[in-house]
């Protein structure tokens, strides 16, 4: 049974850092040539889910919708199964529920959240003006 667990989550004012941490378990392997591909989204209120960033299984490829790009780095750390998402210069419209997922498919890298087989709970993420 694969899990991911969220958190890092808070209410921050404009300006401020936050890093969220994604936990994985019941993954086959940590190691970094098994590992699979995981991606960070976000859902505001009253809007549709949207993708934030992802990274491949070997950390070395990650991509980021535009307006988060030079702001949030995504990484991980294999051997402890963690992918993170470090966001400065936070501002009010990032305010969400994140979520992170892991995707199976092991064809690179997807802004598709239906490439995505688990899902986090989420951890929200409140930016104050």
């Known amino acids: 049974q694969v899990q991911l667990v969220e958190s890092g989550g808070g209410l921050v004012q404009s300006g401020g850092s936050l890093r969220l941490s994604c936990a994985a378990s019941?993954?086959?392997?940590?190691?970094?040539?098994?590992?699979?591909?995981m991606g960070w989204f976000r859902r505001a209120p009253g809007k549709e889910r949207e993708f934030v960033a992802v990274?491949?299984?070997?950390?070395?490829?990650?991509y980021y919708v535009d307006s988060v790009k030079g702001r949030f780095t995504i990484s991980r750390d294999n051997a402890k199964n963690t992918v993170f998402l470090q966001m400065n210069s936070l501002k009010p419209e990032d305010t969400a529920m994140y979520y992170c997922a892991v995707d199976l498919s092991r064809w690179g890298v997807s802004k598709d959240h239906q490439r995505y087989t688990y899902w986090g709970q989420g951890t929200q993420v409140t930016v104050s003006s």
């Open positions: 019941g993954l086959t392997s940590s190691d970094t040539a098994m590992a699979y591909a």
């Open positions: 990274i491949s299984g070997s950390g070395i490829v990650a």
